[in-house]
């Protein structure tokens, strides 16, 4: 084990942007109400609401983009949107990471950025309206067929970079498709929580979403987050007074635990600036997965700062290590 880190035994759990890839359809279904009154949804408000509770959320929006409405028909329009799209939430892939720098190593060679807005635009299409998004949305001096070829040839590369580096892949004579599924489908957060439930090490959820939302993420991952010994939904929580960034959600997470561990005993796992705070205040050690746009001074407060959850080493704070 490190120095530089402490030992744990209890692990705990953000989970939008982090175990699911909830993130992006959060962002589409704002958006969609937003559209409806001509604005449109950027990246700092985008980062500046991760892991608040979801009636603050409505009222900076509502505050923000003067939109004329009360909070509280703000949020009837915003469940409708998450309802309908929430329950294709999926853990979130490695894969996702590679993407987003392909299509920015990409549109650096053409001296482009990739905006908030224009991301917002990729999500959930197929490779081919990616393609050519990216072309007319960045204006790009080439083809959609030459992007595509760049894409491919680049993807291709990086996964192949990816396989190595975890040992799975030594030569190019496997099949690299099998190799592919196992790696970047097997998400690294389920990886994660089924090595620490197998080794005994209790772990819970801590998200600020609302009890019937979380419901209907995990519709589909059922046995996986049975796993958990339990969960905090903090906004709908009575126990949670405050949400992100004060450290009640963790407190009382921690506290829930049957043998009930001090706060330093605890390892926080989170992608978001206001949940690592929250953390810290709760006298915690946390991982922070971001959105590789987060700058480094967002996460200055991380005890440590990782691209995907498949670069963990648990032993680094005195967790059984992977085997395989």
């Not at 991982?287 to 700062?305: F, G, K, N």
Request: with cysteine; proline share 5%; glycine share 2%.
């Amino acid at each position: 084990m490190s120095e530089k880190f402490k030992k744990v035994t209890h692990v705990i759990f953000d989970m939008d942007g982090l175990l699911l890839d909830t993130e992006k359809l959060y962002s589409q279904s704002i958006q969609t109400v937003l559209h409806r009154f001509n604005k449109t949804y950027d990246w700092e408000m985008n980062v500046s609401l991760m892991g608040m509770h979801h009636m603050d959320v409505c009222t900076r929006i509502v505050e923000n983009y003067n939109l004329p409405l009360t909070p509280e028909e703000y949020s009837k329009l915003q469940r409708a949107e998450n309802e309908k799209i929430l329950s294709k939430a999926e853990f979130k892939p490695d894969t996702e990471v590679i993407y987003e720098e392909i299509i920015r190593q990409i549109a650096q060679e053409y001296g482009k950025t990739v905006p908030f807005e224009v991301r917002i635009k990729f999500l959930g299409t197929t490779n081919r309206r990616t393609y050519e998004l990216a072309v007319d949305e960045l204006k790009l001096p080439i083809s959609v067929e030459e992007y595509g070829k760049k894409f491919v040839k680049l993807t291709f590369e990086k996964m192949v970079d990816r396989l190595v580096k975890f040992k799975l892949l030594n030569n190019y004579s496997v099949n690299l498709s099998c190799w592919l599924t196992l790696i970047f489908h097997i998400a690294g957060a389920e990886r994660l929580m089924r090595h620490l439930h197998v080794n005994n090490v209790p772990i819970c959820l801590a998200t600020s979403s609302a009890e019937d939302m979380v419901q209907l993420k995990i519709a589909n991952h059922r046995e996986v987050f049975n796993l958990l010994s339990h969960r905090v939904c903090a906004s709908t929580d009575p126990e949670v007074k405050e949400g992100k960034p004060a450290p009640d959600i963790f407190l009382i997470a921690a506290s829930r635990f049957p043998d009930k561990p001090e706060p330093q005993q605890c390892l926080v796992f989170e992608d978001s600036p206001n949940g690592v705070i929250a953390a810290c205040r709760a006298c915690m050690q946390v991982v922070m997965v971001p959105d590789e746009r987060i700058s480094t001074e967002q996460s200055c407060l991380a005890t440590l700062r990782l691209k995907s959850l498949l670069d963990f080493k648990p032993e680094m704070f005195g967790l059984p290590p992977f085997t395989n």
